[in-house]
């Protein structure tokens, strides 16, 4: 009996969650980043609503009809028992993904998180350019998660596993020059797909400023030349 599973919420059938098929999606409590646009701020204290046997029952039953467990957040790397429902979720026949802002890699690779046994797919939150030490930590609050995220794409790709990088434009990145540096320090590292994604106020509305870079056809494409697979979530 998992105790403190940090489960939050869930969505029980999900297709936006994941490139890689149709999703269920666990939203586990906990985070120590900060950010300015968080909209998830009621998951930043470890809460649990739901245990994992319950949980576990529900994909039983659901099995057939999924694709893919993503685990959420919050920022899923801090809940302790992630391992062991990685591999429960395996053994349902099911596929497991994280979404992640890459945090603690040290720490989840000894615990072999980052483990292509248990896990299929990485969403890899990128918040800043690489280049940008300062603008990563106004951004995030947290002054370790530009080196965490870097050691992280690193261990993914030592690794190979699959994984996405994307970025949510926010107010602070709305800026040409800032989302080209953000792409070039990318490739720079390697990095061959990425998305670039709208952030949405309270209302579901993107934020001022959105849609005209997201709308600029030959910004777009110039950065779409960037990567092997680049796309915009709006
Ligand atoms: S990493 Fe995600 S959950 Fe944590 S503060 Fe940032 S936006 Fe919120």
């Known amino acids: 009996m998992r105790g403190n599973s940090n489960i939050a919420d869930y969505i029980p059938f999900s297709t936006v969650d994941c490139p890689e098929g149709i999703s269920f ?54 809940t302790k028992d992630l391992n062991f429902f ?36 990485v969403g890899l939150d990128i918040k800043a350019p690489l280049s940008n030490p300062n603008l990563y ?24 596993i699959k994984f996405e990088t994307r970025t949510t434009l926010t107010k602070e990145l709305l800026n040409k020059a800032l989302i080209e540096e953000l792409c070039l320090s990318l490739k720079e590292k390697g990095i061959e797909n990425f998305v670039l994604q709208a952030c949405r106020d309270i209302n579901l ?15 777009i494409e110039s950065l779409s030349k960037l990567f092997k697979t680049f796309s915009i979530r709006k």
């Open 86 to 121: 990685l591999e429960r979720t395996k053994n349902l026949g099911l596929k497991t993904g994280i979404h992640t802002s890459g945090v603690l890699p040290e720490y989840i690779d000894k615990n072999s998180i980052y483990n292509p046994k248990v896990l299929d797919w």
């Open 25 to 78: 999606v666990l939203f586990l409590s906990g985070c120590p980043n900060r950010c300015t646009f968080c909209h998830n701020i009621e998951l930043f204290d470890i809460k649990t609503k739901y245990s994992w046997e319950s949980i576990e029952e529900l994909l039983s039953k659901r099995r057939k009809l999924l694709d893919i467990v993503i685990f959420s957040g919050g920022e899923p790397l801090l």
């Open 137 to 160: 930590m106004e951004i995030t609050k947290n002054k370790n998660l530009l080196k965490d995220v870097k050691l992280t794409i690193d261990i993914l790709q030592e690794k190979k």
């Open 205 to 219: 509305k993107n934020i001022e400023g959105t849609d005209k870079i997201l709308d600029n056809k030959i910004f």
